[in-house]
């Protein structure tokens, strides 16, 4: 905050809470509501999860689905960049497309994170769903079937391109 020049009431005033607020977030480590947050992050020009790590942390599963392991907040949003070192590796596969999808799909055996796509959300402040296969016919396999659908179109990706 000093380095940009910010003080608690001026930052209080552009997220609209109180400059106590703010202190406490300063100096006792305390965690704005996820919202107020986001706010905070972008008058601040940086990442939220830089400011608050807790807020990357994965929380408990609703009892939506067995299937359902637990739901994460947000991901990385330069996934490419992360993984296009691991294009080369044996057993590793990464591939882009082309296709408009409402979520992003990232699969591992019996087990996939399932972005999903928010309008007026970006992706990596999206939830993600941390699946494991259940049962035939459920959650998982439903992503799955998609996953194989567009993955047979998609174009592998290699660490040089």
Same mark, same amino acid.
């Given at each position: 905050?000093?380095?940009?020049?910010?003080?608690?009431?001026?930052?209080?005033?552009?997220?609209?809470?109180?400059?106590?607020?703010?202190?406490?977030?300063?100096? !006792?480590?305390?965690?704005?509501? &996820? #919202?107020?947050?986001? =706010?905070?992050?972008? *008058?601040?020009?940086?990442? @939220?999860? /830089?400011?608050?790590?807790?807020?990357?942390?994965?929380?408990?599963?609703?009892?939506?689905?067995?299937?359902?392991?637990?739901?994460?907040?947000?991901?990385?949003?330069?996934?490419?960049?992360?993984?296009?070192?691991?294009?080369?590796?044996?057993?590793?596969?990464?591939?882009?497309?082309?296709?408009? !999808?409402?979520?992003?799909?990232? &699969? #591992?055996?019996?087990? =996939?994170?399932?972005? *999903?796509?928010?309008?007026? @959300?970006? /992706?990596?402040?999206?939830?993600?769903?941390?699946?494991?296969?259940?049962?035939?016919?459920?959650?998982?396999?439903?992503?799955?079937?998609?996953?194989?659908?567009?993955?047979?179109?998609?174009?592998?990706?290699?660490?040089?391109?």
């Amino acid at each position: 905050m000093a380095a940009g020049g910010w003080t608690y009431a001026a930052l209080a005033q552009q997220v609209e809470v109180d400059p106590k607020s703010v202190e406490r977030w300063v100096d !006792l480590g305390r965690i704005p509501r &996820r #919202a107020t947050a986001l =706010q905070a992050a972008k *008058a601040l020009g940086e990442d @939220v999860h /830089a400011l608050w790590p807790a807020l990357r942390q994965a929380r408990p599963a609703r009892a939506i689905s067995p299937e359902l392991v637990a739901l994460y907040e947000s991901r990385c949003r330069l996934a490419l960049m992360h993984y296009k070192p691991l294009a080369d590796t044996p057993g590793i596969e990464v591939r882009t497309h082309g296709t408009t !999808l409402y979520n992003s799909l990232y &699969r #591992a055996d019996d087990q =996939q994170l399932v972005n *999903a796509h928010i309008w007026g @959300v970006n /992706a990596y402040a999206a939830p993600v769903w941390h699946l494991r296969r259940h049962q035939e016919s459920g959650m998982f396999d439903t992503y799955a079937d998609s996953f194989d659908a567009v993955w047979a179109t998609a174009t592998p990706v290699r660490e040089e391109d």
